[in-house]
Nanobody
Framework: VRIVESGGGLVQPGGSLRLSCVLY????????MGWYRQAPGKQRELVAQ????????DYAQSVKGRFTISKDDAKNTVYLQMNGLKPEDTAVYYC????????WGQGTQVTVSS
């Protein structure tokens, strides 16, 4: 499985970004998918997940109400809509099929700063 994330960038506090993650060599409808992030000096954490069929989602408390995970299985693409961004959301964001421990992409940098 190869994963390519995109959509990161520099945004002011309160702004929005939409991240995308395309899976190659696999089917996004087969696995539960997760968006993770890793801030400098911190461990990687799971911030959002969506079930294989897309029927259920779950979020870390720190992003609940601000982030929305979704996917388009026809495009093998998973999205993370991020609204109300805060400086503490600054991190490299990764997307991965949750059951596959090593299927990490290169990530996409999100920087929230004024």
């Amino acid at each position: 499985v190869r994963i390519v994330e995109s959509g990161g960038g520099l945004v002011q506090p309160g702004g929005s970004l939409r991240l995308s993650c395309v899976l190659y060599g696999s089917d996004s409808g087969f696995y539960p998918m997760g968006w993770y992030r890793q801030a400098p000096g911190k461990q990687r954490e799971l911030v959002a997940q969506i079930s294989a069929r897309g029927m259920s989602t779950d979020y870390a408390q720190s992003v609940k109400g601000r982030f929305t995970i979704s996917k388009d299985d026809a495009k093998n693409t998973v999205y993370l809509q991020m609204n109300g961004l805060k400086p503490e959301d600054t991190a490299v964001y990764y997307c991965k099929p949750i059951p596959l421990p090593d299927a990490w992409g290169q990530g996409t940098q999100v920087t929230v700063s004024s």
